[in-house]
Every structure is written in structure tokens, then in C-alpha cells.
């Protein structure tokens, strides 16, 4: 005895007593679903960045600006003109924003951390193309450009920013 060809195959909706519609509608609506899933888990992402570059920096209105994510604070601009490493140095150590003491020179990470955070230029206000940070290397001090993607060695009397920063606590 053969097998008819619908025998093999998988009964149709209406065969199972499903309308064609609603199993249709069911797929239609799995897939939406996902979308929507997807849409809002990025969503909660792309808002979660937006909120925390927005929510991150508080102005202390005494020359300084907290980083709520690390801790630390910054002066609230750089020194305002061209100035050696050494000098840039003693500028930070002796600097007495908001009263505080125990301010330094930041890192090549810190300066980089505070201008992808989008700070850098908006809520600390930036007079010139490049910052000192407190990294040697032999003889010869490292720089962090304004832009953020250039970190390089300088002369010691190369022409730079000075900007503070000291831990929040």
C-alpha cells in the first residue's frame, strides 16, 4: 500500500483546527515581541550612557568638579596658559580648589577616563590643545592631547595645560 503524498506530510491548520489566521497572528506577534525586546534592551543601554555622561560630573561651585564614577575631583579648568612639566607639577601640588588640599597631576588613564566621559571641554573648561600628566619615561614627561587620541612624551619644557585633581574623599 503507498502513501499518499498528504499522508506524509504535516496536517495544514485548519487540519488541526487552528484558523490559518491566528497561527499567522501568533508568529506575527513572536516576532514584534522580539523587536521589542531587543529595542528596549538597547534602549535601557543607550539611556543608561546618556544619563550617567549627563549625571556623572557635579559642580561644586568652589572651582572644583566631582567625578561621581571614580571619586575623584577635578579643578573646574586647566591653568590657562602654556607652561612647563615642572612648573605644571607645583601648579597641582599647590593648588587649593575648594579649600582641599592633596592635589596632583593625573594619570594618562585619568585624563583619558575624563575626556572619553565627555567632560573634558564642557564641564571642565580646557584653554589649550594638550594637558601634562604625571608619567615619565627616562627624562621625558608624558602629555595627553586635548582630543583624547594622542598620548605622547614631551620635552620637559614642552608647552602644555596644567589641570588638578585630587581623590573626592
Known amino acids: 500500500m503507498t502513501e499518499s503524498v498528504r499522508d506524509r506530510r504535516q496536517p495544514h491548520a485548519r487540519e488541526k483546527g487552528i484558523p490559518l489566521i491566528e497561527e499567522k497572528g ?53 591653568n590657562g596658559s ?3 612639566w615642572n612648573h605644571a607639577r607645583e601648579y597641582c601640588d599647590v593648588y587649593n580648589g575648594g579649600g582641599k588640599s592633596g592635589w596632583r597631576m593625573p594619570t594618562i588613564d585619568e585624563i583619558g577616563k575624563l ?18 600628566v604625571s608619567e615619565i619615561r627616562g627624562n621625558d614627561p608624558a602629555e595627553c592631547h586635548w582630543d583624547g587620541q594622542h598620548r605622547g612624551w614631551e620635552y620637559q619644557n614642552g608647552i602644555c595645560r596644567a589641570l588638578p585633581v585630587r581623590s573626592g574623599r
Not at 522580539?34 to 550617567?52: P, R
Not at 572651582?63 to 579648568?77: I, R, S, Y
Open 26 to 78: 501568533k508568529a506575527i506577534m513572536k516576532k514584534i515581541l522580539v523587536v521589542v525586546c531587543l529595542a528596549l534592551l538597547l534602549g535601557s543601554f543607550v539611556s543608561v550612557e546618556c544619563a550617567t555622561a549627563a549625571d556623572r560630573f557635579v559642580k561644586n561651585n568652589d572651582g572644583t568638579v566631582t567625578d561621581t564614577q571614580t571619586g575623584l575631583m577635578w579643578a573646574d579648568k586647566d
Open 115 to 132: 575626556y572619553n566621559s565627555g567632560a573634558y571641554g564642557s564641564v571642565i573648561k580646557k584653554t589649550g590643545y594638550a594637558v601634562w
Open 82 to 84: 602654556s607652561i612647563d
